[in-house]
């Protein structure tokens, strides 16, 4: 039985990952290269929560845990609703691109399963793996800061621009970059920050058990963790599904980093908290 619910959880990853990969590179080139991939990943991505739900139901017969005690098994089902929900209303309301969201959530809350009914995790977890997330979440905000930077760029830019200031800008040399060139910027980096994002939160997703014991601040850092997650791919998505660019995208870009900020200051604040 434990060799069968470890086959089926690599599966269920494999599923996952690919999908979401494949997700992630129709959004990446505009969705000029949808078509090539429309009827594979929605398959993948059924495969994927076949193998989440088969896991998690063995699992917790391997473990005689009941799994309606684990944070895990809550947040499974949400994740297998939502995939369900999506995988009916995709054509009908064509919104083919929300994959990008549902996959690779699928893929950190099938990992954190891999932890349901074991003991809470703390420093037993390898100096890799940890330094893996550190790594992960390190570069993935420094993308951001750079997303966010050109995104209050552009902001600056286009209120000059209507402020009838263009002229001007035209005149200075040390101007701001075209709107169109900022907000190009932003994208680029968004879209080389995000698999770094979404590997922090998949490597996160081991300490999730920590929310059963009510922490406060590792309660706000995951809240927020998966904020900036949420916000920075519906930015990522809507640029494609619903065109939005310039002003949505730069104001969706600075709420995400806004979240990143809150998380790294609860990291730096909580060992000060604790000592008090």
Known sequence: ??????????????????????????????????????????????????????????????????????????????SLLATAAYLLARRRFRIHALGLIVAPLGLVIALGTFFLGSAPTGSKLPASFIGLHVFANLVGDALFLLACGAAVMYLVQEKRLKNKKAMLLKRNKGGLPPLDSLDKAVHRFLLAGFPLLTLGVATGTVWAQRLESGSPDELLRAIFGYATWLLIAGVLLLRVAAGWRGRRAAYGTVAGFACALVVLVIYLVRPMLRGA
């Open 1 to 78: 039985m434990p060799g069968l619910s470890a086959a089926i959880f690599v599966l269920t990853v494999l599923f996952y990952a690919t999908a979401t990969t494949l997700y992630y590179l129709e959004v990446a080139r505009g969705g000029t290269d949808e078509e090539r991939y429309r009827s594979l990943t929605p398959w993948l991505l059924s495969a994927g929560a076949v193998g989440h739900m088969t896991y998690v139901l063995i699992a917790s017969f391997v473990h005689h845990v009941c799994p309606v005690h684990s944070v895990h098994f809550f947040l499974s089902i949400a």
